[in-house]
């Protein structure tokens, strides 16, 4: 009788690890199905270096996933932040510059007509964790158009959900590292 219990309880430990295992598998493979579906790809980035970053709250919702809406919002904004907003730029800003100063390969533009494309951390809300403040939100890269070849600005990258900024621009910087051969 108790070896029947050990072997049911090794069955069932065996089924539940592999239901574990087929479910993380199903995860990882929808990933690159669900950024290849946005369109999202940096490797149009690949040889651009002058990248303007552009944090403020986007009074826009793109509820149809179009991203027209927030690409004109970008395009439209002041670059410089403003009050909680400069607080937030200044950190993304640091963590960009470390990239910059180890791998050569970025440099920050002036204004928008100075930029390659443009990094854009939309702020949905702060929250506050231990009275300390943690600005969370969605970061786009967007590339500037090209009147002479037709092309219009789009988004060439987005972030898959909402995130702490620190999180959201250094997942940014381990996909540049990717497609640029660094590190």
Known sequence: MVCVHKQSAVIILVILLLVTCVSTFAQDSAAPLQSAR???????IRDKHRALLVVFRSRV???????????????????QPKGRFRWVHTQIARKLDRYKQKYRSLFPAEGLADADYVIYFNVVEFRRILDTVYPYGELFVIVRGSPEELKPPR?????NK???????????????KAVRGEG
Do not use: H, Y
Request: hydrophobic share 50%.
């Open 38 to 44: 946005t369109g999202s790809s940096l490797a149009e």
């Open 61 to 79: 919702v793109d509820a149809g996933g179009g991203e027209r809406a927030i690409i004109e919002d970008v395009l439209k904004a002041d670059p």
């Open 155 to 159: 988004v060439v990258w987005r972030a």
């Open 162 to 176: 909402v995130l702490f900024a620190g999180d959201a621009i250094g997942n940014l910087i381990k996909e540049l």
